[in-house]
């Protein structure tokens, strides 16, 4: 994992996001969730793309939901704030952990969102505590689909979900590093949906059908183009960011990858 911990290990990062909007015009004591996304929401597609996965789920407010591997917790809030109700989130970088909960404090959502370190292989959570399991760009830095499915069907109560949107692998040939999760293919642990539908099944889920969201991710790079957000992933990522996404959007364009999601159900 130090592999992965060095890839997005980041420094005075609340400090730096909260400049960077100030430095954009935005008042910090009327910020609102949305202010954020063009960074929060560290996944293609950002926020719509988190809707859609929502859509998809049938939560109220009396639901908990967990995110693993919320990065600094844009989904979570986006949960939150949709459906009212409560989201714990885990994450393996620490810094994105504290920064997740500073960022609920500055937007008010700090009574719904709690925020830890932790591994998605080994969660400290008890059996059956979340009505859904949601996890987005995340897998691609595991490399044991089959126990990391085990976990979060673990977690999951009867009845309830465990809700995937990674990046998935459908070409035959390798991309060009670095990319958004990985500095180098030692990191990157790249499956096809076919090989999560094998794992959430070994786990005891039923996989729904595997969704291509691609049309969303294009409107998405098309509006973001014509209406830059004050922050961006290059204030998550580093100066290393435009090469890692341009690396990612070849492979895109070349069908090497495919930003896929799929939905898996705990029998009750
Ligand atoms: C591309 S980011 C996505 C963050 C977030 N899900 C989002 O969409 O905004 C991938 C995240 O997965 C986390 N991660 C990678 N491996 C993990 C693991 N084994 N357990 C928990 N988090 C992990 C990383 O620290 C990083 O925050």
């Given amino acids: 994992m130090g592999d992965v911990n060095e890839h997005y290990r980041q420094t005075a990062l609340t400090e730096r996001i909260l400049q960077e909007l100030v430095r954009g015009g935005r008042d910090l004591g009327s ?20 809707d859609a996965l929502l859509s998809s789920l049938d939560l109220g407010p009396g639901s908990r939901v967990l995110d693993v591997g919320c990065g600094i917790g844009g ?58 399991v949601v996890m987005l760009h995340v897998g691609m ?29 459908v ?36 996989p729904g059908e595997s969704v291509d969201r691609l049309e969303l991710v294009r409107s998405t790079l098309r509006a973001t183009a014509e209406n830059p957000p004050v922050v961006n992933l290059s204030h998550l ?10 690396n990612l959007r070849a492979a895109l364009d070349a069908s090497l990858v495919a930003p896929t999601q799929i939905i898996g159900a705990r029998p009750r």
């Fill in 75 to 132: 989904a979570a809030r986006t949960i939150a704030s949709s459906v009212g109700c409560s989201v714990s989130g885990v994450d393996l970088t620490e810094e994105f952990v504290e920064t997740a909960n500073d960022l609920s404090v500055t937007v008010g959502l700090d009574d719904y969102t709690t925020f830890s370190t932790g591994n998605a292989l080994s969660l400290s959570f008890a059996e059956s505590e979340f009505d859904a």
């Fill in 141 to 169: 830095n595991i490399a044991d689909k089959e126990a990391l499915f085990a976990e979060l069907a673990r977690v999951t109560k009867p009845g309830g979900y465990v809700a995937v949107y990674d990046i998935m692998l």
């Fill in 31 to 50: 910020l609102q969730p949305g202010d954020l996304a063009g960074v929060d929401e560290f996944h293609l597609g950002g926020r719509a793309a988190t």
């Fill in 237 to 246: 990522m580093g100066v290393d960011w435009p090469t890692m996404f341009g």
């Fill in 171 to 206: 070409g035959n040939r390798e991309l060009s590093y670095p990319v958004p999760w990985s500095s180098d293919a030692s990191t990157s642990h790249l499956a096809t949906p076919a090989d999560y539908r094998a794992a959430m099944l070994a786990a005891g889920l039923e």
